[in-house]
Structure formats: C-alpha cells, structure tokens
C-alpha cells in the first residue's frame, strides 16, 4: 500500500506487511492512517473474482466532478461478525471514516480493534481489504469515493 507520507492518528503503530497490505498493530493507543485504511476500506468490500459492487455497501449519492472525467460516490457500508472484505483497489481516491468500530482478523490470523472514529484516505490503485470481521460487533463506515468515471467501483489486483 502506497501513501503520500504516513500520518498518525490517536493510536497505533506499523508493524510489518502481509501479502502486498499493510499491517499494523495497536500499541499505546495510537493507529496509523496507513493502518485504518488497509484494514478499513476493505471493510467495503467487494467480490473479487470480478469487478462488482460491494455487497455491503449502500450508495447515498454520486455525482459528477466538475471539470474532470470523474465522479464523486458516497456509501455506507456496513460488515457484520462473519462478514469477509475481500482484496480489492479504487480506480481513485477512497476517504472513510468509521462511525462504528469493531475487531477484524487479518489473513495472519491477527486480530486488530479499529476504533469509532478512525478516519484515513487510500491512495488510487492500492490493494486493501482482505480481513474478516470478528467479535459481536458490527463495523460502519462512511466512505467518500473519488474515481474515474466509467470505470469499476471496486476492482480486483492481478
């Protein structure tokens, strides 16, 4: 996973990667950017073996970008205990916040918290996803896509 420059937020630190994504453990309360958004944005979802939609994710409203060949999408998507996000890219920017935290267990086995409020921004082209949700809670993000428009939401790495 690629970002501009790593930016922390309250609580955590990068551990190691994993198959092309990012890991990160919780130490001393602070999770990485780059963190929650491995993780996270996964949490939208897709289908892998082809280009569709999230079965998780309620789109609220898209719109054009002005003056460009892009749109603007913004979703709710919502895992629940047993859900599995699979690997999956944007064709552009993904923003996402958490309105609703909850645990996740990477490929590894390792389980990770993310917190409410977690916020963080995934680069255009960047595998993320691949984690299961665990525990009895549900996770809910709000997601802000900003892709290329004709192409698929959620895409599948080769």
Do not use: W
């Not at 780059?34 to 609220?60: N, W």
């Not at 921004?121 to 809670?137: F, L, N």
């Amino acid at each position: 996973m690629y970002l501009a420059k790593p930016t922390t937020l309250p609580a955590c630190a990068i551990s190691k990667k994993l198959a092309g994504i990012s890991q990160y453990h919780f130490q001393g309360g602070k999770i990485s950017m780059k963190t929650i958004v491995g993780l996270a944005l996964a949490a939208m979802l897709v289908t892998p073996a082809s280009a569709q939609d999230s079965p998780f994710r309620k789109e609220l409203k898209r719109a054009d970008l002005s003056g460009t060949n892009m749109e603007v999408i913004t979703s709710i998507s919502e895992l629940k205990p047993g859900d599995t996000s699979m690997l999956h890219f944007h064709n552009g920017e993904e923003s996402y916040y958490f309105l609703e935290g909850g645990t996740i267990e990477l490929p590894d086995g390792k389980q990770v918290a993310i917190p409410t409020g977690a916020v963080g921004i995934t680069m255009r082209g960047a595998p993320h996803g691949a984690y299961k949700v665990v525990g009895d809670k549900a996770i809910k993000l709000l997601t802000v896509h900003i892709v290329d428009k004709g192409k698929p939401l959620y895409d599948t790495p080769k």
